[in-house]
């Protein structure tokens, strides 16, 4: 998380919170760092509304973005800055004989 600066002022990793190996890649690990991070940001910082700027793909993104509303945070903003590739890579040689 950070401010309107973009200084990170608190992260949250799935291994914080006890996940390791594949059950970090879970949509229920998302949730709980999620949750945990909020929690630690309402109580440390006052956080009172929050703009979200997500980023990739996976079943984490949509976990944690319904953990989010469940908390009761105001909700300025939700922005997707997954990047697209506008013209992907080479493709590969055709095969010979």
């Known amino acids: 998380m950070t401010d309107q600066q973009g200084t990170p002022f608190l992260i949250g990793s799935c291994g914080q919170n006890g996940f390791s190996g594949t059950r970090k890649s879970t949509p229920y690990a998302a949730t709980v760092?999620?949750?945990?991070?909020?929690?630690?940001?309402?109580?440390?910082?006052?956080?009172?509304?929050?703009?979200?700027?997500?980023?990739?793909?996976?079943?984490?993104?949509?976990?944690s973005l319904r953990?989010?509303?469940?908390?009761g945070?105001?909700?300025n903003q939700i922005?997707?800055?997954?990047?697209?590739?506008?013209?992907?890579?080479?493709?590969?040689?055709p095969k010979r004989g």
């Open 73 to 75: 945070l105001g909700i």
């Open 79 to 93: 922005i997707d800055i997954t990047p697209i590739p506008h013209n992907g890579v080479r493709p590969p040689k």
């Open 67 to 71: 953990a989010i509303r469940a908390s």
């Open 33 to 63: 760092t999620v949750q945990n991070a909020l929690q630690k940001a309402m109580d440390d910082h006052a956080l009172s509304a929050v703009s979200i700027y997500m980023r990739g793909i996976g079943p984490g993104r949509d976990a």
